[in-house]
Every structure is written in C-alpha cells, then in structure tokens.
Nanobody, 127 residues
Framework: VQLQASGGGLVQAGGSLSLSCGAS????????MGWFRQAPGKEREFVAA????????YYQDSVEGRFTISRDNAKNTVYLRMNSLKPEDTAVYSC?????????????????????WGQGTLVTVSS
C-alpha cells in the first residue's frame, strides 16, 4: 500500500487545517488507518486512529475534542480535521496503515503496529 499525505501548511493559533491521505495499491478498507506526528527533537507520537469501517476512533488526549479523524473507503482516503490548533501541534504529520485481519482495532495507538507509512506533511502553528 502506498500512502500520500497532503494538506499541511502554516496556520495561526486557534485556526484550522485539514489533512488528507490517499492510499493506492491495496484494499484500503481492510486497514486501520492512523495519524502520527513528530515534532522537532521529539519522538513520533500517536494522534488518532480509525477502525476499518470508520465506526470507532481513538485520539491522543491532547487532541481529543479538537481533531477529528474520518475515512472514505470508496475514495481510499483518510482525513484529519484539526481545529483550535495550538503551537504545540506543530509537527510533521504522517498517515499509516495497519493490517487488522481480525478487525480487533488492538494496537492501533502503537506505531509499531503499522506496516505502511506516508511521507509526512508539515503543520506549523504560529502563536
């Protein structure tokens, strides 16, 4: 599966931004999709994940209520809508796909569970 993320950019604190990640080369609907981010000098961290069908989601506590992950299996695309952005949200955001043959959603917060990664898109939030 090849993943291509887009939508990053520069936004002022309090603003909004939407990321998208298109998939090709595989059956998109069999994968849990996740968003991760890595800020300068920090380790990569989990942001959000969405179940194969889209009915369940997980969020990192710091983005809960501000970010929304969604997916369109017909378009092979996962989205991340980010509202009320803060300077600490500044990072390179990457999408990733996790095989989930049992549809359990287990391990979806752990980057090691993901087999396929997009190239990342930079989000910069100015204060």
């Amino acid at each position: 599966v090849q993943l291509q993320a887009s939508g990053g950019g520069l936004v002022q604190a309090g603003g909004s931004l939407s990321l998208s990640c298109g998939a090709s080369g595989g059956t998109f609907s069999v994968y849990v999709m996740g968003w991760f981010r890595q800020a300068p000098g920090k380790e990569r961290e989990f942001v959000a994940a969405i179940r194969r069908s889209g009915v369940s989601t997980y969020y990192q506590d710091s983005v809960e209520g501000r970010f929304t992950i969604s997916r369109d299996n017909a378009k092979n695309t996962v989205y991340l809508r980010m509202n009320s952005l803060k300077p600490e949200d500044t990072a390179v955001y990457s999408c990733a796909a996790m095989r989930d043959p049992l549809n359990s959603f287990l391990g979806s917060r752990d980057s090691r569970s993901y087999s396929y990664w997009g190239q990342g898109t930079l989000v910069t939030v100015s204060s």
